[in-house]
């Protein structure tokens, strides 16, 4: 019973922590070099009022609650690079376009915080 319990929590520990394939970690000068590219979608997650307070084109606000239902309007075949204030709720977002078959996905270690 208690390997049953520590493999359920290796799981999970996994689950959360290990890299996806197709989603790549990325620093704020990889991001800016990303820039260049009209082909590339930048999308903030931050809430509108961390947005408005700062943020840097060309990322849009799309909030880590409303991408869900916004997936849509984004193109599946472009590279994503995605950004919060930390890099916690870019690498949830980065998670949820994996699973609606966005292959291309680039997380902004430590988000706006890290931004030089």
Not at 23 to 44: C, G, H, L, R, W
Not at 56 to 69: C, D, E, V
Not at 81 to 101: F, H
Request: charged share 25%; proline share 3%; aromatic share 10%.
């Amino acid at each position: 019973m208690e390997w049953i319990f520590l493999l359920i929590v290796v799981v999970f520990f996994a689950n959360r922590f290990l890299p996806v394939k197709g989603i790549t970690n990325i620093s704020t000068q990889e991001a800016k070099d990303k820039f260049k590219n009209s082909d590339v979608q930048f999308i903030d997650v931050r809430t509108p009022g961390e947005y408005k307070t700062n943020h840097r084109k060309p990322f849009i606000n799309i909030p880590l609650n409303h991408l869900s239902s916004k997936i849509e309007a984004l193109d599946k075949e472009k590279e994503v690079v995605v950004i919060c204030q930390s890099g916690m709720r870019s690498a949830k977002a980065a998670k949820m376009l994996k699973k609606q078959g966005f292959e291309k996905i680039y997380n902004v270690k430590g988000g706006m915080s890290a931004w030089i």
